[in-house]
């Protein structure tokens, strides 16, 4: 693929595309189109996800109106209480949300939404953006199902420099008014086949929906790009072992295209060897790494064969928050590529994340050497990676997953 279809590429999918809504459908029809375009015929699978439209969030402190959204999928409330700023997870201070609307820092994860739900908040707020940007802007958040469990309170997000107002002001009193409409909608994986010789494949993931405010340039239109470029490559020669391409949706919402894949297709889980995920490549500044749920011996592989082949990567073992994660929870190993931009470089998840970011001549160099790796892998006599999962890795995904809980959740 040369620079001109790279940058073509990201022109032409300059916008927003959530999970599950319009235009995260036209962006599968593009890729699929894209395929079509190098004589490949892509396959576009629906899978439900749940969404919600809001119709009334309002946050109030001390009396003054201060600009919000509502979480989705939060239900419907509306709550007036004093506020607590929770800022640590002891006994102690979980004690004090009874009652409360309780202020966090970062995502609203579901150890921390089960602790203040248990501890009897009767409301939530959570900020993003940066205090020192000139913008205003708050992440459309979502109150996942797996995080609620089905227990509501009415929560809302702001922007950090009216948390901080709050806060800093000594706000007493909150109210919060939520109300909403749930419905179901499809999201889709758009999913390519290249048959090998044998009947065993490789599996390359990349999503290719973008969080609410975001274009996903970087996160995750570089990725798809990658995709694309292996995938015609592909096309185009033999192969020993099979490849199947997805480009999954609603990632963003909880990987949720790579569960339904692995759902929907249990029976086609035996046979993939490995799992290849595409997250954030190519962007101008940054460091390239190599994320292996699998076994040790993969890293030492990958960091002998980037040295091998000229090429500067870090490659280490751990679970990858991504499209790799369900499938190698199914004991496929997975390996996460990407390029990890210093955060003062490119930000992700606002609106920030836009091709200004990206450069076509990186990644091009990202995609060739992940194309190296897989010549290596597809046509190998027998894949090298041991098809099951260390115990490390399962501890791992049990925390990733919410089975077991994090020493420092
Ligand atoms: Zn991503």
Request: net charge negative; hydrophobic share 35%.
């Amino acid at each position: 693929m040369d620079l001109c279809t790279i940058k073509r590429i990201f022109d032409e999918t300059a916008y927003i595309r959530t999970g599950g809504s319009p235009e995260e459908r036209k962006c599968a029809e593009y890729l699929a189109a894209q395929c079509a375009a190098f004589g490949c015929e892509a396959t576009i699978e629906p899978f439900q996800v749940d969404m919600s439209t809001i119709a009334k969030a309002i946050l109030t402190a001390d009396g003054e109106e201060i600009l919000c959204k509502g979480y989705l999928c939060a239900g419907n409330g509306n709550v007036e209480a004093p506020l607590y700023y929770l800022t640590d997870t002891s006994d102690y201070a979980l004690s004090l949300c009874k009652g409360k609307v309780v202020m966090i820092d970062g995502y609203m994860g579901y150890w921390r939404y089960q602790d203040i739900f248990k501890n009897g908040a009767v409301g939530f707020i959570t900020y993003d953006g940066n205090a020192n940007y000139a913008d205003h802007e708050m992440d459309q958040r979502e109150l996942r199902k797996y995080v609620s469990q089905g227990n509501l309170i009415p929560g809302v997000n702001i922007n950090a420099k009216d948390a901080i107002r709050m806060i800093e002001q000594g706000v007493e009193t909150v109210s919060i008014c939520l109300e909403q409409e749930e419905y179901t909608a499809d999201s889709h994986n758009v999913v390519l086949d290249l048959p090998g010789e044998i009947d065993q494949y490789i599996v390359l993931t990349a999503h290719y929906d973008t969080t609410s405010l975001s274009q996903g340039a970087y996160d995750n239109m570089s990725g798809s790009v990658g995709l694309l470029a292996m995938a015609e490559h592909f096309s185009k020669v033999p192969h020993r072992y099979g490849l199947r391409f997805i480009w999954c949706g609603s990632e963003e919402r909880g990987l949720l295209g790579a569960k339904a894949y692995c759902a929907a297709h249990e029976d086609a889980l035996a046979n993939i060897v490995l799992n290849v995920n595409l997250d954030m490549i190519g962007c101008i500044m940054g460091k390239f790494i190599a994320c292996c749920t699998s076994e040790e011996k993969l890293v030492s592989y990958l960091q002998y064969f980037s040295s091998e082949v000229g090429f500067g990567c870090k490659a280490y073992q751990d679970v990858y928050s991504s499209d790799s994660t369900p499938f190698a929870d199914k004991g496929i190993p997975a390996v996460s590529f990407a390029r990890i931009a210093p955060p003062n470089t490119a930000t992700i998840h606002n609106s920030y994340d836009t091709k200004a970011v990206m450069s076509p001549r990186q990644m091009a160099e990202d995609i060739h050497m992940i194309q190296s790796f897989l010549e290596r892998m597809a046509n190998a006599v027998r894949c090298p990676v041991a098809r099951e999962m260390p115990d490390n890795m399962k501890e791992k995904l049990d925390e990733y997953l919410l089975r077991k809980r994090p020493k420092n959740a």
